[in-house]
């Protein structure tokens, strides 16, 4: 069965520092990989997705995310964060488009900007 | 981008009451329409999965008289949850795809029941 895990419920990190924000997957075949942001009582906002070829993926608002195979992780980074950052952060692991399975989505991992 | 607009955003009903939630892809064909659920502070888990022209496929622990779905257009998908009930509150997503698309997310229908 698939699975995702995001190991950290809350990071909190100053303003202008830099972020990565774990995950890790259990996927049956070839994964795809996506990170989505989620603002208090809104939807879900796609940030970036990996399918295959380069394992180094740029997403929307600066962020970009690295796939490891050998470490079935898909780490979210962001080099200088900014207080809009501040929101629900959810990777999840699917089918990339057209599939007939829905996503299997992590936890979620809280982002707190301090100024 | 793709744009997935969910209908309403907020509702308040009583107890007993059946409420249906739209879900619309406006610019692109969804052939596949996925609908979760997301309780406080915690991930979204697949309720089921909705096909065009078909009927709904069900998660494990989903109740399909409960939860009815409907997907009569590339571009519609609706969720019914009949006579609902306090446990019935959530926020409620979908999202919408094809073979060209990744899952394009609606903003959500937070439904209170009383």
């Known amino acids: 069965a698939q699975s995702v895990t995001q190991p950290d419920i809350h990071i909190t990190v100053s303003e202008g520092a830099s972020l990565e924000l774990r995950c890790n997957y259990s996927?049956?075949?070839?994964?795809?990989l996506f990170w989505y942001v989620q603002s208090p009582g809104q939807g879900l906002q796609l940030l970036l997705k990996?399918?295959?070829?380069?394992?180094l993926v740029q997403g929307i608002k600066g962020f970009e995310a690295e796939f490891k195979r050998s470490q079935s992780s898909f780490n979210l980074r962001k080099p200088s964060v900014h207080w809009s950052d501040a929101a629900e952060y959810f990777c999840?692991?699917?089918?990339?488009?057209?599939?007939?399975?829905?996503?299997?989505f992590g936890k979620g991992t809280h982002l707190i900007i301090q100024p | 981008g793709a744009v997935v607009s969910q209908h309403p955003s907020w509702v308040i009903c009583k107890s007993g009451t059946s409420v249906k939630i739209e879900c619309r892809s406006l610019?692109?064909?969804?052939?596949?329409m996925f609908w979760y659920r997301q309780f406080p502070k915690q991930s979204l888990m697949l309720m089921a999965t909705?096909?065009?022209?078909?009927?709904?496929?069900?998660e494990q622990g989903v109740e399909k008289d409960k939860f009815l779905i409907n997907h009569a257009s590339l571009t519609l998908s609706t969720l019914t949850v009949t006579s609902a009930h306090p446990e019935d509150s959530s926020f409620y997503i979908c999202?919408?795809?094809?073979?060209?698309?990744?899952?394009?997310f609606g903003d959500g229908t937070r439904l209170s029941i009383l």
């Open positions: 999202s919408a795809t094809n073979s060209n698309q990744p899952q394009h």
């Open positions: 996927y049956g075949a070839t994964p795809y």
């Open positions: 990996y399918f295959s070829g380069d394992t």
């Open positions: 999840a692991v699917g089918p990339g488009g057209g599939g007939a399975d829905g996503l299997t």
């Open positions: 610019d692109f064909q969804a052939t596949t």
């Open positions: 909705s096909n065009e022209g078909s009927k709904a496929t069900y």
